[in-house]
């Protein structure tokens, strides 16, 4: 009875496609991260985020 899956190698495997190669981390990244934190926070640890119900009650979103 013949079966589907084939007991002989198919060759090399293929590389992974470019889109799930990551690129290294970059100054872009940085950068990028460094605005959103000083937009956000304005670099504070402790600021708050008190417009989000969520945050005031101290309660992960469900």
């Known amino acids: ?3 589907s899956a084939s007991a002989e190698p198919q060759g090399p495997p293929t ?3 470019p889109a ?3 690129p290294p981390p970059g100054r872009g990244s ?3 991260l ?3 934190i000083m937009r956000e926070s304005g670099g504070n ?3 708050q985020n008190n417009w989000d119900v ?3 009650i101290a ?4």
């Open 59 to 62: 309660s992960p979103p469900a």
């Open 30 to 32: 940085y950068d990028g």
């Open 34 to 36: 460094k605005r959103n």
């Open 20 to 22: 799930l190669r990551r």
């Open 1 to 3: 009875m013949p079966t």
């Open 15 to 17: 590389p992974p496609r």
């Open 54 to 56: 969520s945050a005031q």
């Open 45 to 47: 640890p402790r600021a």
